[in-house]
Protein backbone atom coordinates (compact mmCIF):
# COMPACT_ATOMS: atom_id res chain seq x y z
CA UNK A 1 0.00 0.00 0.00
CA UNK A 2 0.88 3.73 -0.24
CA UNK A 3 1.62 6.01 1.93
CA UNK A 4 1.70 9.87 1.62
CA UNK A 5 2.17 12.70 4.45
CA UNK A 6 0.81 16.09 3.63
CA UNK A 7 1.32 19.06 6.12
CA UNK A 8 0.18 23.02 5.07
CA UNK A 9 1.15 25.97 6.59
CA UNK A 10 -0.71 28.89 6.07
CA UNK A 11 0.89 31.67 7.91
CA UNK A 12 2.60 34.61 6.36
CA UNK A 13 6.04 34.65 4.70
CA UNK A 14 8.30 33.90 7.26
CA UNK A 15 11.45 35.92 6.21
CA UNK A 16 10.90 39.18 5.94
CA UNK A 17 12.65 42.78 5.50
CA UNK A 18 12.15 45.95 7.89
CA UNK A 19 13.44 48.92 6.12
CA UNK A 20 12.34 50.79 3.16
CA UNK A 21 16.36 52.04 1.61
CA UNK A 22 18.56 48.97 0.46
CA UNK A 23 21.33 50.80 2.94
CA UNK A 24 18.86 50.46 6.06
CA UNK A 25 17.59 46.63 5.31
CA UNK A 26 17.73 44.24 8.11
CA UNK A 27 15.70 41.85 9.52
CA UNK A 28 12.39 41.43 10.87
CA UNK A 29 12.01 41.79 14.99
CA UNK A 30 10.85 37.93 14.52
CA UNK A 31 13.80 37.01 12.89
CA UNK A 32 15.96 38.71 15.55
CA UNK A 33 14.29 37.03 17.98
CA UNK A 34 14.72 33.62 16.51
CA UNK A 35 18.50 34.42 16.23
CA UNK A 36 18.68 35.45 19.51
CA UNK A 37 17.17 32.33 20.99
CA UNK A 38 19.62 30.38 19.00
CA UNK A 39 22.37 32.71 20.14
CA UNK A 40 21.59 32.09 23.58
CA UNK A 41 21.94 28.27 22.83
CA UNK A 42 24.55 28.54 21.30
CA UNK A 43 26.31 30.61 24.13
CA UNK A 44 25.53 27.48 26.46
CA UNK A 45 27.50 25.50 24.01
CA UNK A 46 30.45 27.59 24.77
CA UNK A 47 29.90 27.90 27.92
CA UNK A 48 30.06 24.06 28.70
CA UNK A 49 33.59 24.19 26.24
CA UNK A 50 35.02 26.90 29.11
CA UNK A 51 34.37 24.35 32.00
CA UNK A 52 35.81 21.56 29.49
CA UNK A 53 38.80 23.91 29.04
CA UNK A 54 39.06 24.44 33.09
CA UNK A 55 38.80 20.33 33.56
CA UNK A 56 41.61 20.55 30.90
CA UNK A 57 43.98 22.91 33.17
CA UNK A 58 43.99 20.90 35.68
CA UNK A 59 45.13 17.72 34.16
CA UNK A 60 47.03 19.30 31.43
CA UNK A 61 48.29 22.50 32.57
CA UNK A 62 52.12 21.94 30.49
CA UNK A 63 50.44 20.87 27.88
CA UNK A 64 48.43 24.08 27.77
CA UNK A 65 51.49 26.05 28.47
CA UNK A 66 53.73 24.72 25.75
CA UNK A 67 50.72 25.65 22.99
CA UNK A 68 51.14 29.37 24.35
CA UNK A 69 48.15 29.74 26.80
CA UNK A 70 49.91 31.17 30.03
CA UNK A 71 47.48 32.16 31.93
CA UNK A 72 44.45 28.77 32.58
CA UNK A 73 43.17 29.25 36.28
CA UNK A 74 40.79 32.17 36.79
CA UNK A 75 39.71 33.63 33.57
CA UNK A 76 37.61 30.68 32.16
CA UNK A 77 35.33 31.15 35.11
CA UNK A 78 34.83 34.56 34.85
CA UNK A 79 33.99 33.72 31.22
CA UNK A 80 31.89 31.10 32.15
CA UNK A 81 29.85 33.53 35.12
CA UNK A 82 30.01 36.74 32.51
CA UNK A 83 27.86 34.51 29.63
CA UNK A 84 25.85 32.87 32.05
CA UNK A 85 24.60 35.95 33.63
CA UNK A 86 23.88 37.41 30.40
CA UNK A 87 22.25 34.25 28.84
CA UNK A 88 19.87 34.28 31.65
CA UNK A 89 18.95 38.05 31.27
CA UNK A 90 18.59 38.01 28.05
CA UNK A 91 16.01 35.43 28.37
CA UNK A 92 13.96 37.24 31.06
CA UNK A 93 14.39 40.18 28.64
CA UNK A 94 12.97 38.21 25.89
CA UNK A 95 10.03 36.33 27.83
CA UNK A 96 9.37 38.24 31.30
CA UNK A 97 9.84 41.56 29.87
CA UNK A 98 7.21 43.77 27.67
CA UNK A 99 8.95 45.17 24.50
CA UNK A 100 9.44 48.65 24.60
CA UNK A 101 12.02 51.59 23.13
CA UNK A 102 15.08 49.89 25.43
CA UNK A 103 13.90 46.22 25.18
CA UNK A 104 13.62 45.11 21.71
CA UNK A 105 15.26 42.55 19.45
CA UNK A 106 18.03 45.19 18.22
CA UNK A 107 19.05 46.39 21.18
CA UNK A 108 19.18 42.93 22.75
CA UNK A 109 21.47 41.80 19.48
CA UNK A 110 23.76 45.17 20.01
CA UNK A 111 23.91 43.95 23.73
CA UNK A 112 24.85 40.97 23.00
CA UNK A 113 27.71 41.92 20.61
CA UNK A 114 29.37 43.70 22.88
CA UNK A 115 29.73 41.48 25.45
CA UNK A 116 30.45 38.71 23.53
CA UNK A 117 33.60 41.04 21.94
CA UNK A 118 34.41 41.85 25.45
CA UNK A 119 33.90 38.19 26.70
CA UNK A 120 36.30 37.34 23.75
CA UNK A 121 38.82 39.87 24.20
CA UNK A 122 39.42 38.48 27.49
CA UNK A 123 40.00 35.01 25.66
CA UNK A 124 42.21 36.46 22.82
CA UNK A 125 44.33 38.59 25.99
CA UNK A 126 44.80 34.70 27.98
CA UNK A 127 45.10 32.27 25.04
CA UNK A 128 47.14 34.44 22.72
CA UNK A 129 46.76 37.08 20.30
CA UNK A 130 49.42 36.67 17.82
CA UNK A 131 50.42 33.02 18.94
CA UNK A 132 46.78 31.31 18.48
CA UNK A 133 43.82 31.52 15.84
CA UNK A 134 41.77 33.08 18.03
CA UNK A 135 41.39 36.48 16.95
CA UNK A 136 40.19 34.98 14.08
CA UNK A 137 36.64 34.13 15.81
CA UNK A 138 36.29 38.14 15.63
CA UNK A 139 35.31 37.71 12.06
CA UNK A 140 32.01 35.79 12.95
CA UNK A 141 30.82 38.63 14.43
CA UNK A 142 31.50 40.92 12.13
CA UNK A 143 29.69 38.62 9.45
CA UNK A 144 26.94 38.15 11.96
CA UNK A 145 26.43 41.72 12.39
CA UNK A 146 26.31 42.16 7.96
CA UNK A 147 23.54 39.56 8.38
CA UNK A 148 21.66 41.09 10.86
CA UNK A 149 22.08 44.96 10.73
CA UNK A 150 22.08 47.65 7.99
CA UNK A 151 25.49 48.41 6.26
CA UNK A 152 26.24 51.32 8.51
CA UNK A 153 25.39 49.29 12.00
CA UNK A 154 27.71 46.40 10.70
CA UNK A 155 30.24 48.85 9.92
CA UNK A 156 29.85 50.40 13.92
CA UNK A 157 31.01 46.41 14.82
CA UNK A 158 33.54 45.94 12.44
CA UNK A 159 34.98 49.33 13.74
CA UNK A 160 34.30 47.96 17.82
CA UNK A 161 35.91 45.33 17.00
CA UNK A 162 39.13 46.22 15.29
CA UNK A 163 38.96 48.82 18.30
CA UNK A 164 39.18 46.10 20.74
CA UNK A 165 41.73 43.69 19.19
CA UNK A 166 43.93 46.81 18.43
CA UNK A 167 43.57 47.51 22.28
CA UNK A 168 44.21 43.85 23.65
CA UNK A 169 47.54 44.08 21.18
CA UNK A 170 48.88 47.41 22.46
CA UNK A 171 48.30 46.26 25.96
CA UNK A 172 49.96 43.15 25.68
CA UNK A 173 53.22 44.81 23.98
CA UNK A 174 53.20 47.83 26.71
CA UNK A 175 53.14 50.47 23.82
CA UNK A 176 50.97 52.74 25.60
CA UNK A 177 54.16 53.29 27.80
CA UNK A 178 57.57 52.52 26.04
CA UNK A 179 57.50 53.05 22.38
CA UNK A 180 58.23 56.85 22.37
CA UNK A 181 60.96 56.41 25.60
CA UNK A 182 62.49 53.44 23.64
CA UNK A 183 62.68 55.55 20.21
CA UNK A 184 64.06 57.94 22.27
CA UNK A 185 66.50 55.89 24.12
CA UNK A 186 67.60 53.44 21.33
CA UNK A 187 67.59 54.95 18.08
CA UNK A 188 68.41 51.37 16.21
CA UNK A 189 66.14 48.35 16.07
CA UNK A 190 66.68 46.54 19.13
CA UNK A 191 64.94 43.30 20.10
CA UNK A 192 61.77 44.60 21.88
CA UNK A 193 61.32 47.56 19.26
CA UNK A 194 61.66 44.61 16.54
CA UNK A 195 59.26 42.56 18.59
CA UNK A 196 56.78 45.96 19.22
CA UNK A 197 57.05 46.16 15.37
CA UNK A 198 55.93 42.95 14.31
CA UNK A 199 52.70 43.51 16.70
CA UNK A 200 52.00 46.15 15.31
CA UNK A 201 52.19 44.94 11.58
CA UNK A 202 49.90 42.25 12.77
CA UNK A 203 47.39 44.22 14.16
CA UNK A 204 47.46 46.35 10.95
CA UNK A 205 47.02 43.48 8.61
CA UNK A 206 44.16 42.02 11.02
CA UNK A 207 42.39 45.17 11.23
CA UNK A 208 42.82 45.62 7.64
CA UNK A 209 41.36 42.11 7.40
CA UNK A 210 38.16 42.70 9.66
CA UNK A 211 37.43 46.08 7.03
CA UNK A 212 37.62 43.75 3.86
CA UNK A 213 35.74 40.85 5.47
CA UNK A 214 32.97 43.51 6.81
CA UNK A 215 33.11 45.11 3.36
CA UNK A 216 32.46 41.53 1.14
CA UNK A 217 30.01 40.23 3.69
CA UNK A 218 28.25 43.22 3.88
CA UNK A 219 27.89 43.68 0.21
CA UNK A 220 26.65 39.96 -0.31
CA UNK A 221 24.61 40.58 2.58
CA UNK A 222 22.81 43.75 0.43
CA UNK A 223 23.08 41.36 -2.80
CA UNK A 224 20.83 38.56 -1.27
CA UNK A 225 18.71 41.16 0.19
CA UNK A 226 17.80 42.80 -2.84
CA UNK A 227 17.15 39.65 -4.32
CA UNK A 228 14.35 38.40 -1.61
CA UNK A 229 12.95 41.84 -1.87
CA UNK A 230 12.18 41.10 -5.63
CA UNK A 231 10.79 37.87 -4.23
CA UNK A 232 8.95 39.18 -1.68
CA UNK A 233 7.19 41.81 -4.26
CA UNK A 234 6.83 39.02 -6.87
CA UNK A 235 5.20 37.15 -3.88
CA UNK A 236 3.08 39.49 -3.08
CA UNK A 237 1.85 40.22 -7.06
CA UNK A 238 1.20 36.74 -7.03
CA UNK A 239 -0.94 36.73 -3.85
CA UNK A 240 -3.08 39.55 -5.19
CA UNK A 241 -3.68 37.76 -8.75
CA UNK A 242 -4.96 34.99 -6.64
CA UNK A 243 -7.17 37.00 -4.49
CA UNK A 244 -8.67 38.79 -7.81
CA UNK A 245 -8.98 35.54 -9.30
CA UNK A 246 -10.98 33.53 -6.39
CA UNK A 247 -13.20 37.04 -6.56
CA UNK A 248 -13.73 36.62 -9.72
CA UNK A 249 -14.50 33.05 -9.70
CA UNK A 250 -17.11 33.92 -6.52
CA UNK A 251 -18.52 36.55 -8.51
CA UNK A 252 -18.96 34.01 -11.96
CA UNK A 253 -20.62 31.27 -9.29
CA UNK A 254 -23.01 33.97 -7.97
CA UNK A 255 -23.93 35.01 -11.16
CA UNK A 256 -24.72 30.96 -12.63
CA UNK A 257 -26.25 30.06 -9.50
CA UNK A 258 -29.03 32.02 -9.55
CA UNK A 259 -30.09 31.27 -13.29
CA UNK A 260 -28.96 27.72 -12.43
CA UNK A 261 -31.86 27.69 -9.97
CA UNK A 262 -34.65 29.42 -11.84
CA UNK A 263 -34.05 26.51 -14.89
CA UNK A 264 -34.11 24.04 -12.19
CA UNK A 265 -37.52 25.48 -10.64
CA UNK A 266 -39.16 25.96 -14.16
CA UNK A 267 -37.94 21.82 -14.83
CA UNK A 268 -39.41 21.04 -11.61
CA UNK A 269 -42.56 22.84 -12.57
CA UNK A 270 -43.18 21.26 -15.88
CA UNK A 271 -42.10 17.58 -14.67
CA UNK A 272 -44.73 18.31 -11.63
CA UNK A 273 -47.51 18.93 -14.06
CA UNK A 274 -48.27 22.44 -13.46
CA UNK A 275 -47.58 23.55 -17.33
CA UNK A 276 -49.69 20.76 -18.76
CA UNK A 277 -49.00 17.63 -19.44
CA UNK A 278 -46.03 16.49 -21.27
CA UNK A 279 -44.61 13.09 -23.08
CA UNK A 280 -42.60 11.02 -21.26
CA UNK A 281 -39.81 11.89 -23.71
CA UNK A 282 -39.81 15.50 -23.05
CA UNK A 283 -40.27 14.52 -19.32
CA UNK A 284 -36.71 12.66 -19.91
CA UNK A 285 -35.03 14.87 -21.11
CA UNK A 286 -35.89 17.30 -18.31
CA UNK A 287 -34.83 14.56 -16.05
CA UNK A 288 -31.84 14.34 -17.57
CA UNK A 289 -31.45 17.97 -17.87
CA UNK A 290 -32.42 18.76 -14.19
CA UNK A 291 -29.96 16.13 -13.01
CA UNK A 292 -26.86 17.81 -15.00
CA UNK A 293 -28.28 20.65 -13.37
CA UNK A 294 -27.79 19.49 -10.62
CA UNK A 295 -24.45 18.76 -10.86
CA UNK A 296 -23.43 21.82 -11.97
CA UNK A 297 -25.27 23.35 -8.65
CA UNK A 298 -23.19 21.01 -6.41
CA UNK A 299 -20.08 22.47 -8.46
CA UNK A 300 -20.73 26.09 -7.78
CA UNK A 301 -21.22 25.41 -4.06
CA UNK A 302 -18.27 23.73 -3.78
CA UNK A 303 -16.88 26.49 -5.11
CA UNK A 304 -18.61 28.75 -3.48
CA UNK A 305 -17.60 26.71 -0.23
CA UNK A 306 -13.64 27.08 -1.19
CA UNK A 307 -13.27 30.62 -2.08
CA UNK A 308 -14.89 31.43 1.89
CA UNK A 309 -12.17 28.92 3.13
CA UNK A 310 -9.26 30.34 1.30
CA UNK A 311 -10.70 33.77 2.69
CA UNK A 312 -11.25 32.13 6.15
CA UNK A 313 -7.95 31.16 6.07
CA UNK A 314 -6.80 34.63 6.90
CA UNK A 315 -8.59 34.99 10.16
CA UNK A 316 -7.35 33.16 13.20
CA UNK A 317 -9.62 35.00 15.53
CA UNK A 318 -12.75 32.44 15.32
CA UNK A 319 -10.54 29.92 16.54
CA UNK A 320 -11.77 28.06 19.71
CA UNK A 321 -12.12 24.03 21.51
CA UNK A 322 -13.54 22.01 19.76
CA UNK A 323 -15.76 18.76 21.10
CA UNK A 324 -14.85 15.95 18.27
CA UNK A 325 -16.78 13.19 19.38
CA UNK A 326 -19.62 16.23 18.64
CA UNK A 327 -17.98 16.92 15.25
CA UNK A 328 -17.96 13.82 14.22
CA UNK A 329 -21.24 12.50 14.66
CA UNK A 330 -23.27 15.78 13.45
CA UNK A 331 -21.16 14.64 10.30
CA UNK A 332 -22.37 10.91 10.55
CA UNK A 333 -25.85 12.78 10.73
CA UNK A 334 -25.97 14.29 7.67
CA UNK A 335 -24.33 11.45 5.60
CA UNK A 336 -26.20 8.60 6.89
CA UNK A 337 -28.89 8.42 4.88
CA UNK A 338 -26.59 8.34 1.09
CA UNK A 339 -24.83 5.94 3.06
CA UNK A 340 -28.34 3.71 3.89
CA UNK A 341 -29.15 4.22 0.11
CA UNK A 342 -26.28 2.52 -1.02
CA UNK A 343 -26.45 -0.19 2.50
CA UNK A 344 -23.12 1.02 3.61
CA UNK A 345 -22.51 0.75 7.42
CA UNK A 346 -21.10 3.64 9.35
CA UNK A 347 -18.89 1.76 11.95
CA UNK A 348 -17.54 4.31 15.02
CA UNK A 349 -15.23 3.97 17.89
CA UNK A 350 -14.15 7.10 19.40
CA UNK A 351 -11.69 8.41 22.13
CA UNK A 352 -13.03 12.09 22.60
CA UNK A 353 -10.70 14.60 22.78
CA UNK A 354 -11.06 18.84 22.34
CA UNK A 355 -9.13 20.26 19.38
CA UNK A 356 -8.13 24.20 18.96
CA UNK A 357 -9.70 24.56 15.63
CA UNK A 358 -12.08 26.68 13.58
CA UNK A 359 -15.20 24.64 14.06
CA UNK A 360 -17.22 25.26 10.61
CA UNK A 361 -14.26 24.30 8.57
CA UNK A 362 -13.19 21.08 11.13
CA UNK A 363 -16.56 20.27 10.63
CA UNK A 364 -16.46 20.51 6.60
CA UNK A 365 -12.79 18.73 6.65
CA UNK A 366 -14.58 15.23 8.55
CA UNK A 367 -17.85 15.79 6.16
CA UNK A 368 -15.67 15.64 3.02
CA UNK A 369 -13.42 13.04 3.86
CA UNK A 370 -16.08 10.84 4.99
CA UNK A 371 -18.41 11.55 1.89
CA UNK A 372 -15.29 11.20 0.11
CA UNK A 373 -14.96 7.29 1.60
CA UNK A 374 -18.63 6.72 1.25
CA UNK A 375 -18.89 7.82 -2.48
CA UNK A 376 -15.66 5.12 -3.46
CA UNK A 377 -17.20 2.80 -1.33
CA UNK A 378 -18.69 -0.50 -3.34
CA UNK A 379 -22.60 -1.09 -2.11
CA UNK A 380 -22.89 -3.11 0.92
CA UNK A 381 -19.26 -2.30 2.17
CA UNK A 382 -18.37 -0.40 5.46
CA UNK A 383 -16.69 2.68 6.59
CA UNK A 384 -14.63 2.63 9.66
CA UNK A 385 -14.18 6.06 11.59
CA UNK A 386 -11.92 5.40 14.94
CA UNK A 387 -10.14 7.76 16.94
CA UNK A 388 -7.04 7.40 19.14
CA UNK A 389 -5.25 9.72 21.72
CA UNK A 390 -1.86 9.50 22.26
CA UNK A 391 -1.51 11.43 26.02
CA UNK A 392 2.13 10.49 25.72
CA UNK A 393 2.43 13.53 23.29
CA UNK A 394 -0.95 14.97 23.52
CA UNK A 395 -2.21 14.51 19.96
CA UNK A 396 -4.73 12.47 18.95
CA UNK A 397 -5.30 10.81 15.22
CA UNK A 398 -8.95 10.28 13.42
CA UNK A 399 -8.88 8.10 10.60
CA UNK A 400 -11.54 7.57 8.08
CA UNK A 401 -11.17 4.07 6.83
CA UNK A 402 -13.02 2.96 3.35
CA UNK A 403 -12.52 -0.57 1.73
CA UNK A 404 -13.38 0.90 -2.06
CA UNK A 405 -11.80 1.31 -5.06
CA UNK A 406 -8.14 2.63 -3.73
CA UNK A 407 -5.99 5.30 -5.00
CA UNK A 408 -3.19 4.64 -7.88
CA UNK A 409 0.51 5.69 -6.38
CA UNK A 410 0.97 7.86 -8.92
CA UNK A 411 -2.15 9.78 -8.61
CA UNK A 412 -1.43 9.76 -4.07
CA UNK A 413 0.31 12.92 -4.28
CA UNK A 414 -2.24 15.01 -6.67
CA UNK A 415 -5.35 14.52 -5.06
CA UNK A 416 -5.36 17.24 -2.92
CA UNK A 417 -5.09 19.27 -6.21
CA UNK A 418 -8.18 21.73 -7.29
CA UNK A 419 -9.79 20.05 -10.08
CA UNK A 420 -7.77 16.84 -9.58
CA UNK A 421 -10.00 13.77 -11.30
CA UNK A 422 -8.26 10.52 -11.45
CA UNK A 423 -9.19 8.13 -13.82
CA UNK A 424 -10.39 5.01 -11.86
CA UNK A 425 -12.18 8.10 -9.66
CA UNK A 426 -13.80 9.81 -12.79
CA UNK A 427 -14.77 5.75 -14.05
CA UNK A 428 -16.76 5.39 -10.47
CA UNK A 429 -18.17 8.67 -9.97
CA UNK A 430 -18.35 10.88 -13.28
CA UNK A 431 -20.32 13.60 -10.84
CA UNK A 432 -17.28 14.52 -9.09
CA UNK A 433 -16.58 18.35 -9.16
CA UNK A 434 -13.15 17.84 -8.10
CA UNK A 435 -13.44 19.95 -4.91
CA UNK A 436 -13.96 18.13 -2.50
CA UNK A 437 -10.34 17.43 -1.31
CA UNK A 438 -9.31 20.44 -1.87
CA UNK A 439 -11.60 21.78 0.78
CA UNK A 440 -9.90 19.27 3.03
CA UNK A 441 -6.31 20.57 2.35
CA UNK A 442 -7.44 24.39 2.91
CA UNK A 443 -9.11 23.52 5.43
CA UNK A 444 -6.55 21.02 7.56
CA UNK A 445 -3.82 24.42 6.83
CA UNK A 446 -6.28 26.60 8.28
CA UNK A 447 -5.78 24.54 11.52
CA UNK A 448 -2.69 23.33 11.04
CA UNK A 449 -3.39 19.80 10.78
CA UNK A 450 -1.66 17.03 9.45
CA UNK A 451 -2.95 14.60 6.87
CA UNK A 452 -1.89 11.00 6.36
CA UNK A 453 -3.65 9.22 3.36
CA UNK A 454 -2.63 5.03 2.65
CA UNK A 455 -3.97 3.61 0.01
CA UNK A 456 -4.14 0.88 -2.10
CA UNK A 457 -5.66 0.03 -5.71
CA UNK A 458 -8.64 -2.34 -5.18
CA UNK A 459 -8.25 -2.60 -0.77
CA UNK A 460 -9.44 1.17 -0.25
CA UNK A 461 -8.10 3.76 1.23
CA UNK A 462 -7.75 5.23 4.91
CA UNK A 463 -6.97 9.16 5.62
CA UNK A 464 -5.77 10.05 9.10
CA UNK A 465 -6.10 13.65 10.33
CA UNK A 466 -3.42 14.31 13.22
CA UNK A 467 -4.42 16.57 15.75
CA UNK A 468 -1.66 18.52 17.93
CA UNK A 469 -1.92 20.44 20.98
CA UNK A 470 -5.50 18.68 22.46
CA UNK A 471 -7.13 18.84 25.67
CA UNK A 472 -8.48 15.93 27.79
CA UNK A 473 -12.09 15.92 28.13
CA UNK A 474 -13.81 17.26 31.86
CA UNK A 475 -13.02 14.53 34.37
CA UNK A 476 -10.08 13.86 32.71
CA UNK A 477 -10.46 10.97 31.53
CA UNK A 478 -10.48 9.51 27.91
CA UNK A 479 -14.45 8.02 27.62
CA UNK A 480 -15.11 5.48 24.19
CA UNK A 481 -17.92 5.96 22.47
CA UNK A 482 -18.55 3.25 20.09
CA UNK A 483 -21.51 3.62 17.02
CA UNK A 484 -22.88 1.35 14.77
Known sequence: MATADFSWNTSTQKFTLAGGKESGQKLSDEILIDNIRWFIIFRWAVIGVLVLFQVVALIASDTLTQLGIREQQHWPLAITAILSAANFAYIYALDFCQPSKYNSPSIIIWVQIIVDLLCLSIVVHYVGSTATPAPFFYILHIALSCIFFSALESLFVAIIVSAMYSIVLLAESEMFFQVSQSVLIDPYFSSESLHKGRVLVWMIALDTLFLIVWYVVSRLTLVIRKHEQYLREAYEQINQAQVAKDQYAMLMTHQLKAPLDAIRSKINLIKGGYCGQVPSEIEEVLTRIDRRGHSMSNLILDVLRLERLKTAGRNTDAMEYIDISETIHKCVDKLEPVAKARNIEIKLSIQNFFS???????????????ANAITYSH?????????IVESSDNSAIVTITDYGIGIEEKDLPNIFDEYFYSPRAVMHNQSSSGIGLSLVKIAAGNNHLQLKVTSAPGLGTAFSVIFSNIRVPKGGSWPLVIHH
Open 356 to 370: CGIPDQIEIMLENII
Open 379 to 387: DNAAVDIVS
